[in-house]
């Protein structure tokens, strides 16, 4: 699977986003996916994560109620809508998908098989 995130760019403080990740591939609906976010200086965290069928989400504490994570297997995509953008949402956004993760999103990174090259997010106050 190869995964190509984009969507990202600069946006005040309050403002909306939809990041985009599209995979290649006839197997994407087999895969769970994960959004996650590398803020400058710091680690890669999990924000959201979606099973194959979108039944199943999690969200990170930071992100719950202003992210909302979707899928369209039809066109082998995944999104990522953010909402109520702060500054401390600013970072490269990367999609991930998961072979192990078709019933329940997981959360640690070592699950997740496949990266996209990322996209920068820019909140500025």
């Known amino acids: 699977v190869q995964l190509q995130a984009f969507g990202g760019g600069l946006v005040q403080a309050g403002g909306s986003l939809r990041l985009s990740c599209a995979a290649s591939g006839p197997t994407f609906s087999s895969y769970g996916m994960g959004w996650f976010r590398q803020a400058p200086g710091k680690e890669r965290e999990f924000l959201s994560g979606?099973?194959?069928?979108?039944?199943?989400?999690d969200y990170a504490d930071s992100v719950k109620g202003r992210f909302t994570i979707s899928r369209d297997n039809a066109k082998n995509t995944v999104y990522l809508q953010m909402n109520s953008l702060k500054p401390d949402d600013t970072g490269v956004y990367y999609c991930?998908?998961?072979?192990?993760?078709?019933?329940?999103?997981?959360?640690?990174?070592?699950?997740?098989?496949?990266w996209g090259q990322g996209t920068q997010v820019t909140v500025s106050s």
């Open positions: 991930a998908a998961d072979r192990g993760g078709f019933s329940v999103p997981r959360r640690s990174m070592v699950y997740y098989n496949y």
């Open positions: 979606i099973n194959w069928s979108g039944s199943s989400t």
